[in-house]
């Protein structure tokens, strides 16, 4: 009986409460665990969904409602676990002896989206497109085969590319091979070398490959720079690039548009490279100098405020970040940027090398013969000889007649 | 290929360049991410 009275007594006591919690906002019944989080709580946050936590995160003590406690104790008059949450959730005051932007912040939920994120869909989808890209290069050579020269070689030969235009492109290709290797290797290491050849080689050779890529991505960012300034000019879209795209640059069928310098196809690398270059050139020094240059939050506020997100029926971004977050959105920007322009490189290697005769000696010696340039840069061609007769003509009036 | 040749030994010395300047103005991560209570060596 007196059990029975206990219950009832108990049951309206709790009553107003669960009613209280509803109307505040359905909050779940926690009386179980005292106030802690719940069963419930765990599997809801497992399964993805949004849990206020409000009743964690506020619950961090309240020295002012006790001044006496100060005293007491060392933590300033808050409990351990009160303590933890304060530092779970960046409550805490904070001093740390490391200056840097991400010191004090302990602990930081973004941490494993990005973990899952770049170990999944980036390791996949990146190992995918460059896999995909190397099959399908190797299938395009298979069905085409060498693209030839159809006129007989002339064995005159004209200046395509000056020394320092071939050297400015080897310092950009050689640090961009260097450090897409070091890049997948860093990115995959874990996944695909340590199984195979041991934890230690992939240790040692992480560390080096760390080096170097934060050395070598300045002879990058010079090579960048370098070609933007003298090819900039003679990459600026223009009519014969419709032609030549029209005729698919001779690559499909036995037509050779006309071409200047630079066709079409070469122009869609240069802009590939300057644009993903660059953008991989400036996430790539915002991780160099971890935490002094964070890029993504105020980018995330443009973004937002021309409604783009929206396009593609995104919620808007996020614009208050974690230094640690910064630096996460930047390596991932990094990476499939990088994945990116690793693709349209691994084409642009194939047809400089095995894809087309002739077309590396534009980039070894520098040399090309007229046959060449005329199946592929009839225009240029024609603007270089031009160019010869102008200067022959004007050398052979400057010199006395005997 | 002297351009080539050229290109690879510059990227190598902007390379070891770069380590040493880098170094120099304490801009490794191991210095950003500790303290003067940390010992490094």
């Given amino acids: 009986m007196l059990r029975m009275a206990l219950a009832l007594v108990l049951s309206l006591l709790l009553t107003p409460v669960a009613t209280a919690q509803d109307v505040s906002g359905n909050a779940p019944d926690r009386s179980a665990t005292g106030g802690a989080q719940t069963l419930e709580d765990i599997m809801a946050r497992q399964r993805g969904e949004a849990v206020d936590d409000a009743f964690r995160r506020d619950n961090v003590g309240d020295p002012a409602r006790n001044p006496g406690a100060a005293q007491l104790a060392p933590l300033g008059g808050a409990s351990d676990p009160e303590l933890w949450r304060a530092l779970r959730y960046g409550s805490a005051d904070l001093t740390t002896s490391a200056r840097n932007g991400g010191a004090a912040l302990l602990v930081q939920d973004g941490g494993m989206w990005w973990l899952t994120f770049r170990e999944g869909p980036l390791a996949t989808y990146g190992g995918y497109l460059l896999l995909g890209t190397i099959g399908a290069l190797i299938l395009f050579y298979l069905l085409r085969g060498k693209i030839g020269i159809d006129e007989p070689m002339t064995g005159r030969t004209v200046t395509r590319f000056k020394f320092i235009e071939r050297m400015a492109h080897w310092i950009l290709g050689g640090s961009f ?154 390596q991932l920007w990094h990476a499939i940027m990088a994945f990116v322009l690793m693709a349209i490189v691994l084409a642009h290697i194939y047809i400089g090398s095995v894809g087309m005769e002739g077309a590396s000696d534009a980039m070894t010696t520098g040399e090309v013969d007229e046959a060449w340039a005329h199946q592929h840069h009839s225009i240029w061609l024609d603007e270089v000889l031009e160019e010869q007769k102008k200067t022959a003509g004007s050398e052979a009036k400057a010199t006395p007649a005997e | 290929m002297k351009a080539m040749w050229a290109g690879f030994a510059a990227v190598i010395l902007i390379g070891i360049g770069a380590n040493f300047a880098l170094q120099e103005i304490g801009f490794s991560s191991e210095d950003r991410y500790s303290g003067d209570s940390v010992r490094l060596n």
């Fill in chain 1, 177 to 330: 091979i260097l450090l897409g290797l070091t890049g997948l290797f860093v990115l995959f290491g874990r996944m695909f070398i340590a199984p195979y050849l041991g934890k230690d080689f992939n240790a040692t050779l992480l560390t080096v490959s760390k080096i170097i890529h934060n050395n070598v991505a300045w002879a990058f960012c010079l090579g960048l720079l370098m070609v933007f300034v003298m090819w900039v000019w003679h990459n600026i879209p223009d009519r014969t690039d419709i032609k030549w795209f029209a005729q698919f640059g001779g690559i499909i069928g036995k037509n050779h548009p006309p071409a200047k310098k630079f066709n079409g196809g070469q122009k869609i690398i240069f802009w590939s490279v300057i644009v993903f270059g660059t953008s991989i050139a400036v996430s790539g020094v915002s991780l160099l100098f971890p935490y002094e240059l964070p890029l993504f939050a105020k980018t995330f506020a443009i973004l937002n405020d021309i409604g783009a997100p929206g396009w593609i029926g995104l919620d808007p971004l996020p614009t208050v970040l974690s230094p640690q977050e910064e630096m996460q959105y930047a």
